[in-house]
């Protein structure tokens, strides 16, 4: 099992910047790709970016593509979002999770077997 607990959601202005951050903690984190996911108000929850168990190779959105990135640090048991550019419709309830899946470009939110509580990112015009 892996526990995973988000950080760095928060208020911002438009075209501003955030950086979410995961820490896993449980088995070992290279073991798991990883995503971030997010729920806007009223709308169901997506995949935003994913990345694999090395983190050589990383997937996102085309909304995202060019103003977010995702990476993580295995020695750090952690996974990052840099967002830049914001935009109002990046406003949502963001999620990290985990998958044991080899196959890390799925991209099915039912392949993710943990979750993170999420954090809220609102992005004010």
């Known amino acids: 099992q892996v526990q995973l607990v988000e950080s760095g959601g928060g208020l911002v202005q438009t075209g501003g910047s955030l950086r979410l951050s995961c820490a896993a903690s449980?088995?070992?984190?290279?073991?798991?790709?990883m995503g971030w996911f997010r729920q806007p108000p009223g709308k169901d929850r997506e995949l935003v970016s994913a990345?694999?168990?090395?983190?050589?190779?990383?997937y996102s959105k085309d909304s995202v593509r060019g103003r977010f990135t995702i990476s993580r640090d295995n020695a750090k048991n952690t996974v990052y979002l840099q967002m830049n550019s914001m935009r109002f419709e990046d406003t949502a309830v963001y999620f990290c999770?985990?998958?044991?899946?080899?196959?890390?470009?799925?991209?099915?939110?039912?392949?993710?077997?943990?979750w993170g509580q999420g954090t809220q990112v609102t992005v004010s015009s």
């Open positions: 999770a985990a998958t044991e899946r080899a196959d890390w470009t799925s991209f099915v939110l039912g392949d993710y077997n943990y």
């Open positions: 449980g088995r070992m984190f290279s073991d798991f790709a």
């Open positions: 990345i694999s168990r090395s983190g050589t190779d990383t």
